[in-house]
């Protein structure tokens, strides 16, 4: 009776492919989905029909998936040149190989449809929830262009080109039949569904990703382009209807689908109009109390331009009355406001929210004092198989004793302590962090980076409050301090949202401050990589060997880059904001710069540039200091305190991952 069901099912999911036998015949069938097992996938869908488990379907602009570095899926088709993006222009102070060289690296092109750490974060979310056999469903947008492909122009900066994929054959994507429609005053706008399953890091279960596309021959030319471009904001009107898209489009495809949904977590306030669509849909209004425990929010930004607000007039150009009206009963700050805020909406709606780490926590009731005492702090986290590096996780299973199954338990990585004392073991988290760093090298092989240079990275989102440029901010102290203390090897790389100008003058100035150190580049060298994506994140938090983070605080909600480096023994050189205050006791490297107090929040455009590179380049002279007393001449010292900070970032690591993250929610939000 078992095997026939599974047979029913099996038929069931076949036939809600659309264009099976054209598109995936080749990759499907009864025991295998895209080269991994099908059994999970019919076990997942099973669970999210019945209504039996608590479920959760979890909103987000932005997914961050990162196939290519984790959990790729075979394919028997060759993999389309437009799905392959295999080189990468760099920039340096040794120009000439700049232009002889790009680096290749022989990787499919990750799913497009992430800008930085909000997706990259949801990305984690879902992959720890497979790991933990939640029934959890993603919500998100097929973006047909993805973010945008970075070109870096010296005396331009960041010149952003559309990027082209093909969604149709990409691995593990599949189109479904179902469409779904958002009635508005433009008329009929049409959404395809497309889903794509997250795997377990066992493989034994999956959680599938749902994503909205309007591009679609039964829609206007306007609505087709709608799901082209991420955080498209050059417009009012399309940004009020990627985000009707998301929040009405995905409560629709989750009712079109037949999930039954218990909790939908709005990652952002980008999702609010999730909301929205729950109380037009109600015949009875009152039952719409009982929505306050079941949508729950994360927010993740103390900067102010990080919140959605429109003017009701746009709204009303966009959404049909009794969407207009809802939006204005449930989003309006105050009763004569003429604007709706998302955010708003959400921190007013919903019983339950959160901040992304305790420090935002703080901030945010600052911020929010009305809301304050349902504001709690779930602290963000890594998804420990995605960042790990191979090296480091042959030495944990070397050490079975200590780390036990850790792959099923990131926690048992607090067992490094024990080793601390531990000559062998010592030496071997060096070792297997010079595999690393010998890997970029080997990359970069052109550029001739040595693995005997204290090399620091800095790679993330551009934007002002992250303070990309603190570094150059005084050449002459950085030349002093890489000719007479010691060389120094940087790496860098991020892009600026298109239209932030600010974010691309950031560019334009690094480029120029590399040009500067043009004559000195046997004391230090500086690379910015084009095109900062997942692959580089995984690549440069595990290789180089401090991980410089310099955010303004309190701008930095959480930050989570730094715990994909601790997790593989890179030390944090950071000024003490998000993440990094929980740790501030740990000894996990350097802490430097403006300490955030009392209860103003300050300004994002104050960015004490001055005092803080002062502070790094001070720090700094430290750093390089006992670096090379720990290692030089190909000679360590494994008694070096910098052994020791290695070992207490694997240590943190235990806690700083999204498994721990996906228990908190579990536990603090969807109850
Ligand atoms: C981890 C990651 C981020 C987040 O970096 P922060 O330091 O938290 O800003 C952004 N982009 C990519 C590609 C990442 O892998």
């Known amino acids: 009776m078992g095997s026939h069901k599974t047979a029913m099912e099996y038929e069931d999911f076949i036939s809600s492919i659309d264009s099976f036998e054209e598109n ?88 497009p449809i992430y800008g930085g750490g909000l997706g990259v974060l949801a990305g984690d979310a879902i992959k720890s929830s497979a790991d933990l056999g939640f029934p959890f469903a993603g919500i998100g947008i097929l973006w047909n262009k993805g973010y945008f492909k970075q070109n870096f122009w010296y005396k331009h900066g960041q010149i952003p080109e559309e990027l082209m994929w093909d969604p149709l054959t990409y691995p593990g994507l599949v189109a479904l039949k179902r469409i779904v429609t958002i009635e508005t005053k433009d008329g009929p706008l049409h959404l395809r569904l497309w889903k794509y399953y997250v795997y377990s890091y066992d493989k034994a279960r999956v959680c599938p990703l749902i994503l909205l596309d309007s591009n679609l021959p039964q829609n206007n030319d306007f609505f087709k382009k709608l ?17 009707a898209i998301l929040g009405i489009g995905g409560m629709k495809a989750l009712e079109a689908l037949g999930y039954a949904i218990d909790y939908y977590h709005l990652n952002e306030g980008h999702a609010a109009f999730a909301i929205v669509e729950r109380y037009v849909k109600l015949e009875d209004k009152a039952e719409m109390e009982d929505y306050h425990n079941r949508f729950v929010y994360t927010c993740h930004t ?27 009963l449930l989003g309006k700050e105050t009763t004569d406001s003429e604007q709706i805020n998302l955010t708003h909406m959400c921190l007013s709606f919903c019983n339950k929210v959160n901040a992304v780490a305790q420090k935002h926590g703080e901030i945010m009731r600052m911020q929010f004092p009305q809301f304050s005492s349902k504001i709690k702090a779930i602290t963000n986290g890594v998804h420990t198989h995605t960042w790990v590096s191979e090296s480091f996780a042959q030495l944990f299973d070397r050490y079975v004793d200590m780390f036990g199954d850790w792959r099923k338990l990131p926690e048992n990585l607090a067992g490094v302590r024990q080793l601390k004392t531990n000559q ?19 990359i970069l092989k052109p550029w001739q980076l040595r693995e005997d240079i204290l090399t620091i990275g800095w790679a993330r989102r551009i934007a002002g409050y992250k303070r990309p440029a603190l570094i150059f901010q005084n050449i ?55 095109n900062y994506d997942t692959y580089f994140g995984k ?105 020791d900070k290695m070992i207490h970032c694997v240590e943190r690591s235990a806690f700083f991952n999204t498994q721990r993250m996906m228990r908190e929610y579990k536990e603090k939000m969807w109850s």
Not at 60 to 82: D, H, R, T, V
Not at 424 to 442: C, G, P, S, Y
């Open 24 to 111: 995936y015949k080749e990759e499907i069938n009864k025991n295998f989905y895209f080269g991994f097992p099908l059994t999970p996938v019919l076990t997942a869908e099973h669970n999210l029909l019945s209504g039996q488990a608590e479920s959760i379907a979890y909103f987000s602009m932005e997914f961050g998936l990162a196939p290519s570095i984790y959990n790729s899926f075979q394919f028997k088709k060759p993999i389309g040149a437009k799905n392959q993006f295999d080189t990468h222009q760099v920039f340096s102070n040794d120009w000439l190989r700049d232009y002889l060289f790009k680096v290749h690296t022989d990787k499919m092109l990750d799913i």
């Open 227 to 243: 799901t082209d471009q991420l955080y498209r904001s050059d417009d009012v009107r399309w940004k009020i209807y990627q985000r």
């Open 302 to 328: 103390p900067v102010a331009a990080g919140h959605d607000r429109f003017n009701i007039d746009d709204v009303k150009g966009v959404l049909k009355d009794e969407y207009a009206d809802a939006s204005q």
């Open 424 to 442: 062998e073991f010592r030496r071997n988290i060096f070792e297997a962090h010079q595999i690393n760093k010998h890997n970029l090298i080997e």
């Open 476 to 530: 002459q102290r950085i030349l002093h301090l890489a000719y007479d203390i010691g060389p120094l090897q940087i790496i860098l790389a991020g892009k600026a949202h298109p239209n932030d100008d600010i974010g691309s003058a950031h560019i334009e100035k690094i480029l120029e401050h590399i040009d500067q150190l043009n004559n000195h580049k046997d004391f230090i060298k500086v690379l910015i990589l084009e």
């Open 539 to 643: 690549l440069l938090t595990n290789s180089v060997d401090v991980w410089l983070n310099n955010p303004l605080p309190p701008f930095e909600a959480s930050g989570t880059s730094g715990m994909k480096a601790i997790l593989n023994g890179v030390l944090e050189l950071t000024t003490l904001d998000g993440w990094v205050v929980e740790a501030k006791g740990d000894d996990l490297g350097w802490i430097f710069g403006y300490e955030h107090s009392g209860t103003d929040i300050g300004s994002e455009k104050v960015l004490r540039l001055d005092e803080d590179s002062e502070a790094l380049y001070n720090t700094l002279e430290k750093v390089i200091k006992l670096y090379y007393e720990t290692y030089k001449d190909g000679i360590l010292d494994q008694r070096s305190l910098w052994i």
